[in-house]
């Protein structure tokens, strides 16, 4: 793949996504960061990548008219769009045995619609600037898809969606040239996952990998640089398993 590639990152101004954003750039890949409302984060990225030109683009991705504004405004402004990372995504913890049922509906709205909904549709609204040329859509889903998450029904379930998504767009895409690939981390040393890794549970989440620790954004970064724009096309409708073998599934 040519490493002058266009990549659009979804929720690039932080953790993952700002790992990936500077991976990709220090390839020479040019970086169209997406963000929702930390403005002043994608600027300092912005500022941080190397070659370029690189582009910042604003969009709620939960409302589907954003989401294909944004897309389109990438395509149009950075003139190419090759590389689709749906990396933005939310979590919640609640005990559902106590937990009212509105606020069950609420939460598994707004999971669902960032997770899984927005990803849909982004891929789908990539996919027709793609399909004359070619390209590729990398999922960040998670492990919680596959061991189950009991304090986060809603996060499991958004992520094995996500993962079904990407190998039947696989499948659908590959004729057209389009690659789709899933990467799964465990926990990862991000601000979503801080309070968690901070508190009483800390210690045992580190324990469940060999190694004793959590995943670093950068090791789910340069997994995700290798997808966008090294691997083999064949390797279309894999999901890879970064988690440090606390989960192994067969």
């Not at 932080?14 to 600027?43: E, M, P, W």
């Not at 005990?95 to 609420?106: E, F, H, I, K």
Request: charged share 15%; hydrophobic share 45%.
């Amino acid at each position: 793949m040519i490493h002058s590639c266009v990549v659009l990152i979804t929720g690039a101004s932080g953790g993952v996504g700002q790992a990936a954003a500077l991976a990709c750039a220090s390839q020479g890949a040019r970086i169209a960061i997406a963000y929702h409302k930390n403005r002043s984060a994608a600027d300092r990225l912005l500022a941080t990548l190397p070659g370029g030109p690189h582009g910042i683009f604003q969009a709620d991705i939960t409302q589907p008219n954003e989401a294909k504004d944004l897309v389109d405004a990438v395509y149009i402004s950075m003139g190419s769009l090759d590389v689709l990372v749906n990396n933005a995504g939310v979590s919640a913890r609640h005990d559902v045995t106590t937990m009212s049922y509105a606020d069950w509906q609420s939460t598994w709205r707004r999971i669902m619609d960032t997770n899984l909904t927005a990803a849909a549709n982004l891929a789908f609204c990539a996919a027709q600037h793609m399909i004359s040329a070619g390209g590729r859509i990398i999922n960040v889903s998670s492990r919680g898809a596959f061991r189950g998450e009991p304090l986060m029904p809603w996060y499991g379930a958004s992520k094995a969606g996500m993962n079904a998504m990407g190998q039947s767009l696989a499948q659908a895409l590959g004729p057209h040239n389009i690659f789709v690939y899933t990467v799964a981390p465990g926990f990862i040393e991000t601000p979503m996952a801080a309070a968690v890794l901070a508190g009483p549970e800390g210690a045992a989440i580190r324990q469940q990998s060999p190694m004793g620790r959590v995943a670093q954004p950068q090791e789910v970064a340069e997994t995700i640089r290798y997808l966008a724009l090294e691997a083999p096309a064949f390797m279309t409708g894999s999901i890879i398993d970064i988690n440090g073998a606390s989960y192994l599934r067969s």
